[in-house]
């Protein structure tokens, strides 16, 4: 993947996980800039994905802890670096356990 492929992929990434989040009906605050998408809770704690351009990673820090994802281009999707579980699937039960609301992120082939 070339630096200008990853930079596209995080983008669309972070803008769906955006618009999802934009779309509900939550009390969720949203901020996108810079490559890095922090998620504000109502409880005010956040979750926050970053790019990491260097290692070709998209970070995602929450009150567990910080996790790394790869891009896998055979499932056209973000995998976790240390079990291979699809982002969508991963930051669906994060999101739940912070943020105490459930929603689907569908992310797979954007």
């Keep these: 993947m070339t630096e200008s492929e990853f930079n596209d992929q995080v983008d669309a990434t972070l803008d769906r996980i955006e618009e999802i989040l934009d779309d509900a009906e939550t009390d969720i605050d949203v901020q996108l800039g810079g490559g890095i998408l922090t998620i ?32 896998d281009a055979k499932q056209e999707q973000w995998v976790l670096d240390s079990t291979a579980e699809p982002l969508d699937q991963f930051f669906a039960k994060a999101f739940s356990e912070q943020a105490g609301e459930t929603l689907e992120f569908d992310l797979i082939g954007i």
């Design 40 to 71: 504000i809770c109502e409880n005010r704690s956040q979750l926050i994905f970053t790019r990491q351009a260097p290692v070709k990673q998209l970070w995602l820090a929450t009150k567990g802890g910080g996790f790394h994802f790869d891009y």
